[in-house]
């Protein structure tokens, strides 16, 4: 009841406010209800706001150029009309503020039709400028406003995901994408410059990150031409028309936003994204090259995910990255077949090591350590793994000496030539060693980990096998596809009957544990 | 008909082809030269013989194509009814062979409608062969008489011609005037006398063997007389005999009849019962050797090893080659405990259910024994026996495999009785779990145990039909129970201990749906695993069921085999325990070296290797040693080297460590271990860290033989050498530590470098052409086989239209001719015809004229 007397209220104001410049005044009604608390009344009075400023602004009824003080307006000398307007143009101030000031309200319905409300206005100040032109074919567009709404879509306490995905749509547009963009980097400067001394908050660079995540710029030149804000004619002179002023701003975007001292999990989340959707954007990619060195240079899954990054660089920008392949080696550790990334890396450690221009000795060290690593991997690493040491033992056939070496004379070994210890692979004599491990794991208890073993036995065959299908394998998959294998025969059964739960006489588990 | 005619053209031109004229006329031959010489393909019109072929089309067609066109005006036919006078699969010669029999048939038929009585008659120039023959049969008989001579010499004559001259001269025998007649004459009389005596001899022999029959006819006649006589007396006898039978004989033919007592086989002494346990577990053993080693595809693939010489070598074999799954089923077991029963039907017949259980009754109650009928009596000892007889057969086994058990197993029979005097008799196999558990729930563990033993014996597959998927069920149903007791706090495992027997014994007897049961049970564990760890990253340690199910596994199911239905996914939902829960309590511990122990009873036999349990081992002694910088080993996912959890293990009260009993870990409390003082928990600790210890010798011993056992056990043997004696364990702890770093030592480290098999030689290549598929040419390549017969098909029609279209012209063209011809002729004739009347006329008017002229002269 009481909504709806006040919706019909609002529309009674609006329509008086509409009417003529002497009902001017409810439009502090207007506003005292945006003030409110109750969600209802509040979207009420956003959705009667769009449509006031909304026809005010296309009827030109705002004052146009510098905003003067408004007491001073007042008291001025000047024709009603200019009063009026600049009186008018600051309550559409206020109104602007108070939405902005909406997108960190709790209810979501909320946050989302402030947006919609602030976008609407983007879009018909830029249509209507509330700027003077300084001269001709001036380049006008809401800078101050859109910087509002993204300094509201990237707060520092709580999470904002929601209404940055639904800020996506506008994204789609270049000149909203390339003021965003620009906004981005002056927020950062202000957040980071006000939050010197306690840190700048992780929730702030989280919502940075899910915002400019989302920022993906066009491929082409002529793929521009999606503006939120219609001109007559767009001149090529304008920034915001051209790709590469749009890529210059991507890549202050993203300097300003990875030169700061981030979360570890960002870290991540970035080196994730870099080689997709960051590295095609920049004018100048080699300017990453400190930040990936650096996370390179951290370990662990850190350093595998910023692998693909540096390829990319080496591969296509001609990046001199020295002891690349060390570095690599060093990152064979037992966790490597734990960690989530696990696929990446090997994805990746398969391309590095297929160059046939690579040393004996270095491709001997890989394939001992991976071997030797091989030895705590949970099968379905090791499924991956194995053919992945035959594929190196094809490539390079001067490493086969690791599974055939029928010289008598070294026979009677008394410990492993290879030392795991070594960082540097040309020292770690692997190429003086056998692949005992895989005569290990050919006993191994998964029957497929022991036949994939198996293949040492005979002269590896000349094809190498592809372990792009091996790569993602999860142990839940290994288990159904055990269970969906089909018995030919019979079920074999158990001979020996059980005395118990613990088994039979001699069972280790009656040894070790008790019932009671 | 252009088109028939056509076909036939052609079939003769393809005809003519394979013979050809052997000397043709050099102008009449027409050569089709060919520019290209294509190997392969067949060249059917290079020569052509123009004329020859012009020639017979055209005599083709004044046969055919003329005679119609001659008759086209006719309406009367001329048929033809000569026998297969236009068939030309008939030979000429048979033709008339069959045209001779139509026409003696015919005579025949005319002849014989009037003459009903009269055969058919053979005449031999016509004579009757009938009459011949009677004829001879009278000569022969016949003595030699002038008659015979007379006509001997009628049929000399008759031969030689001039019969009537020699009659005549035959009068004038005795004078030999003429040497010539006379000559001859002496010739056939020789010739006379020799056929004479060779017929004499002839009818001699044949008068003895007429002689002979009828003698011989003549005793069989008696011999037959007497032999129809005697047959009817006994017949007669017989007749008398049979309304009274004798006692006696009836006696004598049924003592005579009577199923004989089989002699049965002795009983066997205990020393060869063992002997035969021994042999099949020998057997068994074997078996599972093989599957082990992972041989049993390629043993499958062997032919059957005898061979019949019938056999086509074409790999059919008539029965499955069944002895393994008869070794699988277990057989002994399984035969005992289907044996009674069969004897049990096979005695008792159609006697009801009610009656047995009544029997079984009567027999566990001692009171009701007296009173039963005597009928019964020795049903009931038989019944008795035979169950004494289950039960020394199963005490004799568990003397055998466990001689040591036996005065609990005494114990336990007891208590076992005093559970069967509680309960009903008969249980209706459960339908649903909810049923099985109020079966069950509010029972002590040995009436439990009853209640389910009765319920298979009651619902025993060879009682009725629906009993086997009852009993599948019953098993999906325990296994249920078993998980709801190990999931009650506090869990019944005494319960479960005894149910595993009982479910060991179901398996036994449906692998097949144990299998599959379990391994759901198996896959909703790993299932549930998984999605923990989709959602958090990480998944707890499962509860004491999935412990217990997965000890269940290895219980009912060998867990030696290169791969099994059940065990192998068992063994990778152990891995996915031991490699994904991370360890955050102590109970973790505990449930973690309780698998540990499960996967080394799993690969106790076959020794195959499992890294994760060296993982966890290694693991679990650095969560037992304080926290280190530098720990100079590397842990492996998912234990961490610092951390919250990292020294869960560490016990650093002294007094506790000196009163730490050894003892198992006990199973029942993992879920409860909270609750325990402090110093139940340390020594639970100490338990753990020696029930790792312990495994890890144990570990040590089986991969004795591993090439890479160093390098596997590096991490444990930093930990023991640097980590762990610093912990100040009790002392039985420490000794075992040095003895497992003794034995470590030992070790010999041997490395062989390493061989590959020596790969067969690569044949040499043989340049032997590839065989394949003659493609015709001038066809359509590379199309499937409908559109190409398609194809074929068109061209084929195109061909054939073409001809026909010719032949239809040509045809056309021999008529026009024809006609032209009719029409020449027909003017030709009719100007011969007027030029002849003219000249008539002419000579008419000229002799006319030349009269009138002779009468003007005259």
């Known amino acids: 009841m009481e909504s709806e007397s006040g919706a019909a209220e609002l529309g009674r104001w609006l329509e008086a406010a509409l009417k003529s410049r002497s009902g001017a005044n409810a439009v502090f009604d207007i506003l005292g209800v945006l003030q409110s608390d109750e969600e209802d009344d509040i979207l009420s009075a956003t959705h009667t706001c769009s449509r006031l400023f909304g026809a005010l602004l ?42 902005a000031g909406l997108l960190g309200h709790r209810s979501f319905k909320v946050k989302e039709l402030a947006l919609c409300t602030l976008m609407k206005f983007v879009q018909l100040e830029g249509a209507h400028p509330l700027e003077k032109s300084k001269w001709e074919g001036n380049y006008l567009f809401p800078r101050g406003l859109l910087l509002s709404v993204v300094a509201g879509l990237i707060p520092t306490e709580v999470d904002s995901s929601l209404l940055i995905s639904r800020f996506q749509e506008y994204l789609e547009h270049d000149d909203v994408r390339y003021h965003t963009m620009q906004a981005v980097v002056d927020l950062v400067a202000r957040v980071t410059d006000t939050h010197q001394q306690q840190g700048v908050p992780p929730m702030f660079w989280n919502n940075t990150f899910t915002l400019i995540s989302a920022v ?42 990875l030169k700061h001292k981030l979360p570890v999990s960002l870290y991540k989340k970035v080196l994730v994204i870099v080689q997709d959707s960051i590295l095609p954007h920049m004018s100048q990619p080699s300017l990453m090259i400190d930040f990936l060195t650096n996370a390179y240079d951290i370990g662990g899954a850190i350093s595998l995910l910023a692998l693909h990054g540096l390829f990319i660089l080496i591969h296509q920008h001609n990046l001199e990255y020295p002891d690349f392949y060390q570095k690599l080696y060093s990152l064979l550790e037992p966790s490597v077949f734990h960690v989530k990334y696990r696929a990446r890396f090997f994805h990746l450690a398969d391309l590095f090591l297929s160059s046939s221009h690579l040393p004996a000795y270095l491709v001997a060290a890989f394939a001992k350590r991976l071997c030797r690593l091989s030895l705590t991997a949970p099968p379905e690493a090791l499924l991956m793994v194995i053919p992945f040491i035959c594929n190196l033992l094809r490539r390079h056939p001067a490493c086969k000496a ?34 005992w491990e895989l005569k290990t794991l050919q006993r191994h208890y998964h029957p497929e980990v022991a036949r994939a073993a198996m293949a040492i036995n005979q002269a590896l065959s000349p094809h190498e096998v592809s372990i792009a299908q091996l790569l993602e394998l999860s142990p839940y998959e290994i288990f159904e596809k055990d269970f969906k294998k089909e018995e030919s025969g019979p079920v074999p059964l158990e001979f020996l009957q059980p005395q118990g739960l613990l088994g039979r006489r001699g069972d280790l588990s009656g040894e070790h544990f008790t019932l009671d | 008909m252009g088109k028939a005619r056509g076909k036939a053209l052609g079939s003769r031109a393809g005809g003519r082809k394979a013979k050809p004229p052997a000397n043709p006329n050099p102008f009449e031959v027409k050569i089709n030269r060919q520019k290209f010489q294509i190997l392969g393909r067949k060249t059917r019109h290079d020569v052509g013989l123009p004329g020859i072929s012009r020639a017979k089309a055209i005599k083709k067609r004044t046969q055919t194509l003329l005679k119609e066109y001659k008759e086209r005006d006719k309406s009367n036919v001329f048929t033809d009814k000569r026998f297969g006078e236009y068939n030309t699969k008939i030979s000429p010669e048979e033709k008339m062979m069959k045209r001779f029999a139509l026409e003696r048939q015919r005579n025949n038929e005319k002849k014989s409608i009037y003459n009903l009585n009269e055969d058919e008659e053979l005449t031999h120039y016509g004579q009757s062969l009938a009459d011949i023959e009677k004829f001879n049969d009278i000569v022969d008989s016949d003595s030699d008489t002038e008659e015979r001579g007379m006509l001997s010499a009628e049929l000399t004559a008759s031969h030689f011609g001039g019969g009537g001259g020699l009659l005549r001269k035959k009068a004038s025998e005795p004078g030999e005037e003429e040497e010539k007649p006379k000559s001859r004459k002496e010739l056939i009389e020789e010739l006379i006398a020799k056929s004479k005596q060779e017929k004499r001899e002839r009818q001699t022999q044949r008068e003895n063997a007429l002689e002979l029959t009828e003698k011989l006819d003549s005793d069989w006649k008696e011999i037959q007389f007497l032999l129809s006589h005697k047959t009817s007396k006994l017949e007669k006898k017989n007749k008398e005999e049979k309304p009274k039978p004798d006692a006696y004989d009836i006696m004598v033919r049924e003592l005579g009849f009577e199923m004989k007592a089989q002699p049965s086989d002795r009983m066997k002494t205990e020393e060869e019962l063992a002997e035969e346990e021994q042999a099949r577990l020998k057997k068994l053993e074997a078996d599972r050797l093989r599957r082990m080693l992972g041989k049993e595809e390629d043993e499958n693939v062997k032919k059957p090893k005898h061979m019949s010489a019938d056999d086509l070598n074409d790999g059919f074999v008539l029965d499955k080659d069944d002895r393994r799954l008869l070794s699988y089923k277990d057989g002994k077991i399984n035969q005992e405990m289907d044996d009674p029963n069969e004897e049990e039907q096979a005695q008792e017949g159609s006697e009801e259910d009610s009656e047995r259980e009544g029997d079984k009754e009567s027999d566990t109650g001692d009171s009701e024994e007296s009173d039963a009928p005597d009928s019964h009596s020795d049903l009931e000892s038989d019944v008795d026996s035979e169950e004494e007889d289950i039960v020394r057969e199963n005490q004799k086994k568990k003397q055998l495999q466990a001689p040591e058990k036996k005065p609990s197993d005494a114990n336990q029979k007891a208590r076992m009785e005093a559970a069967r005097s509680e309960l009903p008799y008969t249980f209706a196999a459960p339908d649903s779990y909810e049923e099985l558990k109020s079966l069950l729930s509010g029972k002590t563990t040995e009436q439990q145990l009853v209640v389910v033993e009765r319920i298979q014996k009651c619902n025993h597959p060879s009682l009725a039909v629906g009993n086997k998927a009852k009993l599948e069920k019953l098993f999906g149903f325990l296994l249920e129970y078993i998980g709801d007791l190990a999931t009650k706090a506090p869990p019944d495992l005494k319960t479960i201990d005894k149910l595993v027997v009982q479910l060991y014994n179901l398996c036994q007897m449906f692998p097949e749906f144990a299998s599959s049961s379990v391994k759901f049970v198996l896959r909703d564990v790993v299932h549930e695993m998984e999605e923990m760890i989709e959602i958090k990253g990480r998944a707890a340690f499962p509860g004491l069921d999935v412990l217990i199910y997965l000890k269940i596994t290895g219980i009912l199911f060998p867990t030696s085999d290169f791969w099994h239905p059940v065990v192998t996914p068992a063994l990778v939902c152990m891995s996915q325990i031991l490699t994904k829960c991370p360890v955050t309590s102590l109970q973790d511990v505990v449930k973690g070296l309780f698998v540990c122990c499960l996967f080394l009873e799993y690969v106790s036999l076959s020794q195959r290797f499992v890294p994760e349990l060296i993982n966890f081992l290694a693991g679990v002694l650095h969560i037992a040693t304080p926290n280190k910088g530098t720990p100079g080993y590397t842990l492996v996912h998912p234990f961490k080297p610092l951390g919250r959890n990292s020294e869960l293990l560490l016990v650093s009260d002294k007094e506790d460590m000196d009163t730490w009993p050894k003892k198992g870990l006990p199973l029942s409390k993992v879920n409860g271990l909270k609750d325990c003082s402090e110093t139940e928990t ?32 590096k991490p444990v043997k930093v930990l023991l050498k640097e980590h762990i004696p610093e912990c100040g364990h009790p002392r039985e702890l420490q000794e075992l530590c040095q003895s497992i770093l003794q034995e470590m030592e030992n070790q010999g480290k041997n490395y062989q ?14 340049f032997t052409p590839k065989l394949v598929k003659v493609l015709e040419f001038g066809r359509k390549q590379g199309s499937s086989k409908e559109e190409q017969e398609r194809k074929r098909l068109i061209h084929k029609h195109k061909r054939e239209f073409k001809g026909a279209v010719r032949e239809i012209r040509k045809d056309n063209q021999f008529l026009a001719r024809m006609q032209l011809t009719e029409i020449m002729e027909r003017d030709s004739e009719r100007k011969r015809k007027v030029k002849q009347l003219f000249s008539s006329l002419a000579t008419q008017e000229g002799e006319w004229k030349a009269l009138k002229r002779k009468k003007f002269k005259k």
Not at chain 1, 408 to 432: F, I, N, Q
Not at chain 2, 753 to 766: A, F, G, I, M, T
Request: include cysteine.
């Open chain 2, 682 to 713: 340390n020594h639970i600790r100490l338990s753990c860290v020696s029930v790792c210890l312990n495994l890890i010798k144990r570990c040590l011993a089986m991969y004795g033989t591993l090439p890479s056992l160093p390098e596997i056990m």
């Open chain 1, 216 to 257: 993906s710029l066009p491929r082409q030149q002529s793929d521009i031409s999606n503006f939120y804000v219609k001109h007559k004619e767009m001149l090529e002179k304008w920034k915001v028309t051209q790709l590469k002023e749009h890529k210059h701003v991507f890549e202050k975007m993203w300097f300003s936003f």
């Open chain 1, 402 to 435: 690791l599974i055939h070496r029928p010289s008598v004379e070294a026979s009677g070994l008394t410990a492993d030539p290879y030392d795991m210890k070594e960082e540097d692979p040309a020292k770690s004599h692997a190429l003086e060693s056998c692949l």
């Open chain 2, 753 to 766: 470098p390493l061989v590959c098999e020596k790969s067969k030689p690569v044949p040499l290549k043989l």
């Open chain 1, 58 to 99: 296309e009827r030109g009824e705002l004052f146009v150029g510098h905003l003067p003080e408004e007491e001073a307006a007042m008291a001025g000398s000047g024709s009603a009309l200019q009063k009026y307007k600049v009186w008018m143009r600051h309550r559409y101030n206020s109104c602007c503020s108070r939405l």
